[in-house]
């Protein structure tokens, strides 16, 4: 099976081409204080780098989120475009398991907290343990100060990791290729399905303020 797979759930957004659960090629772009869309361009090349059509692709995976407002909406327009031209499936997953099935090399057995930035102080949080044999366990997810989920990995004996944290990683498309094999995709519904936002957007939040919401 040919895939393309993307995520914005930061500011870095990347793109990826997984065939028969291999990733084949991947690359990352900005997704913040440039003057035009990066994402869409970057998976162009990729394809024409590894001469694959559009017709040729099987399958689109998508970061769900929660993350960047913008930035997920951008993902998340450019997966379902694809996916309903193609009359493929879309395929998606959190965000913050990408950023543990996403690392390379892969990250040592171990439990794990992967945790992207959700401003205000806070961070999008969610439990991973990675079992002896590679198989990733995904527990609880929620919204925290940084400083609980700190808290929190001391008591689970847990290492956090993400874009700013001490295992520093991306939540990568490329984490797809493992998210796939191992099963932990839900096939979304192309009509309804939106990126798990998180919270409001600050556009949302200062409009609801200005008129007493």
Same mark, same amino acid.
């Given at each position: 099976?040919?895939?393309?797979?993307?995520?914005?759930?930061?500011?870095?957004?990347?793109?990826?081409?997984?065939?028969?659960?291999?990733?084949?090629?991947?690359?990352?772009?900005?997704?913040?204080?440039?003057?035009?869309?990066?994402?869409?361009?970057?998976?162009?090349?990729?394809?024409? *780098?590894?001469?694959?059509?559009?017709?040729?692709?099987?399958?689109?995976?998508?970061?769900?989120?929660?993350?960047?407002?913008?930035?997920?909406?951008?993902?998340?327009?450019?997966?379902?475009?694809?996916?309903?031209?193609?009359?493929?499936?879309?395929?998606?997953?959190?965000?913050?398991?990408?950023?543990?099935?996403?690392?390379?090399?892969?990250?040592?057995?171990?439990?794990?907290?992967?945790?992207?930035?959700?401003?205000?102080?806070?961070?999008?949080?969610?439990?991973?343990?990675?079992?002896?044999?590679?198989?990733? *366990?995904?527990?609880?997810?929620?919204?925290?100060?940084?400083?609980?989920?700190?808290?929190?990995?001391?008591?689970?004996?847990?290492?956090?990791?993400?874009?700013?944290?001490?295992?520093?990683?991306?939540?990568?498309?490329?984490?797809?290729?493992?998210?796939?094999?191992?099963?932990?995709?839900?096939?979304?519904?192309?009509?309804?399905?939106?990126?798990?936002?998180?919270?409001?957007?600050?556009?949302?939040?200062?409009?609801?303020?200005?008129?007493? *919401?």
């Amino acid at each position: 099976m040919i895939a393309v797979a993307l995520d914005a759930a930061t500011y870095s957004g990347s793109v990826a081409l997984i065939r028969d659960g291999t990733v084949a090629g991947d690359a990352t772009a900005a997704m913040r204080g440039k003057d035009e869309e990066r994402l869409m361009p970057a998976l162009a090349s990729l394809l024409e *780098r590894h001469a694959v059509p559009p017709r040729a692709i099987e399958a689109v995976a998508c970061g769900a989120g929660p993350g960047s407002f913008t930035s997920l909406r951008i993902a998340a327009a450019i997966a379902k475009g694809l996916a309903a031209a193609r009359a493929i499936p879309l395929l998606v997953a959190p965000s913050p398991l990408l950023v543990i099935a996403g690392a390379w090399p892969a990250l040592p057995p171990g439990r794990y907290i992967a945790a992207l930035d959700a401003m205000r102080g806070d961070c999008f949080c969610q439990e991973v343990e990675v079992a002896d044999t590679g198989e990733l *366990r995904p527990g609880p997810a929620w919204r925290s100060s940084r400083a609980e989920a700190v808290t929190r990995a001391a008591e689970l004996n847990a290492t956090l990791a993400g874009p700013m944290e001490t295992v520093p990683r991306e939540p990568l498309a490329r984490g797809f290729a493992v998210l796939i094999a191992q099963g932990l995709v839900t096939n979304a519904d192309l009509v309804s399905w939106e990126p798990d936002y998180g919270r409001k957007a600050e556009a949302q939040v200062r409009w609801e303020a200005a008129h007493g *919401r």
